[in-house]
């Protein structure tokens, strides 16, 4: 029976490309990542669109593999995604329904952006192009009022995705030159997905993908396996960020899965565990604990704000500083997604403040020096229709309080991550979309 169904969900595609990427691990042979390529092109253009979908959803926990190759500058991975949106305009956007007041933020998202050239040379660029492309992309499923695959489907393939990259990383690490570790050192673990915070994110995204959003609804077995799986998964990171958003989240899903058979009592008493649970993950981070041998637990520890936060509350005020000291135009507008990288870091380098180039590694923080003042309010609402969007394509309104906790998860996450400047984080946002007007029974 769970072969039957596992049959029907996994595709042929997936497969051979989860062969492939763990093959590339082992063997570090470029051309097979060539092979994935052409898998992933052939797949967009004679299949039917939905397993496009799911292909891409699937090779999100792994776009680091794909950026290391010696043939062309960019990653392959962007091959890929551009003929699979080639595919899309060629078959799809002529004889599509979309949200209109979605298209319309969607354009003014991107005209925003793009005008950023006038006054930062830096936007004008490969990569803003890039940017634009998988912008337009992202927002045209986001407001498609079709569905070419299930939630369901999605969520599996990303669990596919998400095992491949472990593969990925735990193979890549024992068959590569990788350095010997102490026995008491727990190196960091970023799979597949390049980035220790990016694979955590993954990770907690797909625990509460599986688990209900009805409360007191049955979690099977397989299900209980995924979430220790992906609790494991994450464990390997060493992420201050996933330990305490895991925790916190797990705490607040399990506060309002059992509130309707518990008395108000019980609720009190498990928020207040809760509220006592984060005053002790507070004083464990302060550097009061005694356990500091692992490098798990050195990493909670810390004399000051700037070592517990891995010098990222530097990061935010030299950003935040030079934000308020710049220009109104760069203020009320931005320096752009794609140019405030290179603009701000020109004057950290001139000042001294660091020794190479610094990502603000934090969402909301981007979003301000990208739009400015202005445009985040713009950003803002193009978020909220594409929730409206997803809404009227489904014909429902409501919400289970548990499908929010995806949000939370990604919303706590964006104090740590910088997203939108990736094409990867308007597919996470599409997929939170996807699972908030899901319906579980």
């Not at 830096?122 to 337009?136: E, G």
């Amino acid at each position: 029976m769970l072969a039957t169904k596992l049959s029907q969900l996994l595709k042929v595609e997936v497969g051979l490309c989860a062969l492939l990427i763990v093959l590339y691990g082992i063997t570090n042979s470029a051309p097979l990542l060539l092979i994935v390529v052409l898998i992933g092109v052939i797949c967009a253009f004679l299949l039917p669109f939905g397993r496009s979908i799911q292909l891409a959803i699937f090779l999100l926990p792994c776009t680091e593999v794909f950026t290391q190759s010696p043939y062309i500058s960019i990653s392959l991975l962007t091959c890929i995604f551009l003929a699979m949106f080639g595919r899309y305009l060629m078959t799809h956007v002529a004889h599509t329904h979309y949200s209109q007041p979605g298209l319309l933020l969607m354009l003014l998202v991107l005209v925003y952006e793009l005008m950023h050239i006038l006054y930062n040379p830096a936007m004008a660029s490969f990569v803003t192009v890039r940017w634009s492309i998988f912008f337009i992309f992202t927002s045209l499923l986001l407001f498609d009022k079709n569905k070419y695959c299930t939630f369901s489907q999605l969520r599996f393939v990303l669990l596919c995705g998400v095992i491949t990259s472990t593969l990925f990383g735990l193979v890549h690490q024992y068959f590569g030159a990788a350095a010997a570790h102490s026995v008491k050192t727990i190196a960091r673990f970023a799979g597949g997905a390049g980035d220790p915070n990016n694979f955590g994110l993954f990770c907690l995204l797909l625990i509460y993908f599986y688990l209900p959003v009805v409360p007191r609804a049955k979690v099977s077995r397989s299900t209980f396996l995924i979430i220790l799986l992906m609790l494991a998964f994450g464990a390997l990171t060493v992420s201050r960020s996933f330990f305490i958003v895991a925790t916190l989240s797990l705490f607040t899903y399990f506060i309002f899965y059992f509130r309707s058979a518990i008395g108000d009592i019980f609720v009190r008493f498990l928020l207040l565990l809760n509220f006592l649970l984060i005053l002790f993950c507070l004083y464990w981070i302060s550097g009061a604990s005694f356990i500091g041998d692992l490098d798990i637990f050195v990493r909670f520890n810390g004399n000051n704000l700037s070592d517990l936060t891995g010098s990222r509350s530097d990061i935010l005020q030299a950003y935040l500083q030079l934000f308020l000291d710049l220009p109104y135009n760069f203020v009320l507008f931005g320096a752009g997604i794609n140019g405030y990288l290179v603009h701000y870091n020109h004057y950290f380098l001139q000042a001294g403040l660091f020794n190479e180039v610094v990502g603000p590694h934090n969402t909301l923080l981007e979003i301000m020096i990208s739009f400015g003042v202005i445009g985040f309010t713009l950003f803002a609402t193009y978020i909220y229709f594409g929730f409206r969007a997803e809404r009227n394509r489904v014909a429902s309104s409501h919400i289970f309080r548990l499908a929010w906790l995806p949000i939370l998860v990604f919303l706590l996450y964006c104090f740590s991550l910088q997203n939108i400047g990736k094409y990867s984080g308007y597919f996470i946002l599409m997929l939170i979309v996807y699972n908030t007007y899901r319906k579980d029974t």
